[in-house]
Structure formats: C-alpha cells, structure tokens
T-cell receptor
C-alpha cells in the first residue's frame, strides 16, 4: 500500500459546483496534513494545512480530517476555471528523524469547465 | 520575507553529460533544504534533504548527488546523465521545526 493515495482523476466539475478531493494515508500516527495546488508546468503551492480532526475553512477551501479512517479531503466551493490544476496531498512520515520530510500523493487533476 | 530561487529554469542535456542545478534561499538561516523530482505524470519523489552545511541524506539510490556548501545553497549534480533523469526538479525548504514545505520555481530537465 502506498503511503499516500489519491485518485488521479481527472475530476471534472462544472463552474460553481463543489469539487471534492480525497486522500488516504497509511501511517496511523500521522499528525499533520497538507494540500498543495500545482498548475501545469509550475511548482506546487501550499493551500492549506490541517492538524486536528474535523473541518478547517479558508475562503472557498475546506479541509476535512478523519484520523480514525485515515483520510483527509479538500472541498472547493464555487469552483472556478482558475481552480483547474493538480491537487497534491502530503503527509510527513511518523518517523521522520526531525527532518520534516513530506510524502506526497500522486495528485488529483481537477478540471472545472464553464 | 523568505524567498527561494532555482536555476536554470530549463535545460536540455545529452545522455552522459554532467548536471548542476542550483538553489538558494534568502531571508532565513539554517533552513532544512530538499530536492524533489517529479517525472512526467507522476508524483513528487524526495531525492535528498539537508539539515545543515555538508549534511546530506539520500532517499533513493541513483546517479545523482547533492551538496550544501553554504547554509542557504543547495546543489544537485550528476556526472553522467541518464534518459531516466529527465523530469521536473524542485528545490524546497522548511524553517525550523515546522512541517510546511515551500518550493522553488523548479527546473525542467530533458535528457536526450
């Protein structure tokens, strides 16, 4: 089992809809979780981080964490064509030796069509 | 504020040629530094990380190497490139004990 798994997509949603991106992780002891957005040909940029079970909202973005089920999701409300990108889920391994490593999923490609 | 720079942005190299990618961080000191690679259509793979000058840890066996000659400088090198080395190389940094990783602009390498 991969350490961080995401559906590769593409996930296609109409403009204005809610896009739901999911991520599962294998390390039950993981404590922090990150969502990055990567436009084609560009480097990833951090969207949100979440550390506690439940929801965390930031503008149109909501991260949801369920540690018991080992999944983290990202909801994008009122999706816009500019949200079309690949979304990467990242989790630090439980034993990272203090080096702050992140393990990335392969990413889910989101396409928002007008 | 902190910034990270990578260069060159793109390069095309023949098989067997050497490689040098450079990354510098500004506005901070003693950051943890990382080199990631992203092959076409694939996820990010951690290649090397460094917690200080001269301290390099390798995550995967390969014909690449990394060096950190100065606190805010991280270099990725190869003596002889392979076709499989093609990809998008990303330098990244973390400040202190935080987990948030910030990426540079990336370097596109095509080995022909």
């Amino acid at each position: 089992q991969k350490e961080v798994e995401q559906n590769s997509g593409p996930l296609s949603v109409p403009e204005g809809a809610i896009a739901s991106l999911n991520c599962t992780y294998s390390d039950r002891g993981s404590q922090s979780f990150f969502w990055y957005r990567q436009y084609s040909g560009k480097s990833p940029e951090l969207i949100m981080s979440i550390y506690s079970n439940g929801d965390k909202e930031d503008g149109r973005f909501t991260a949801q964490l369920n540690k018991a089920s080992q999944y983290v999701s990202l909801l994008i409300r009122d999706s816009q064509p500019s949200d079309s990108a690949t979304y990467l889920c990242a989790v630090p391994p439980l034993v990272s030796g203090g080096y702050n490593k992140l393990i990335f999923g392969a990413g889910t490609r989101l396409a928002v069509h007008p | 504020s902190q910034t990270i720079h990578q260069w060159p942005a793109t390069l095309v190299q023949p098989v067997g040629s050497p490689l040098s990618l450079e990354c510098t961080v500004e506005g901070t000191s003693n950051p943890n530094l990382y080199w990631y690679r992203q092959a076409a259509g694939r996820g990010l793979q951690l290649l090397f990380y460094s917690v200080g000058i001269g301290q390099i840890s390798s995550e995967v066996p390969q014909n690449l190497s990394a060096s950190r000659p100065q606190d805010r400088q991280f270099i990725l090198s190869s003596k002889k490139l392979l076709l499989s080395d093609s990809g998008f190389y990303l330098c990244a940094w973390v400040l202190g004990s935080g987990n948030t990783i910030y990426f540079g602009e990336g370097s596109w390498l095509t080995v022909v």
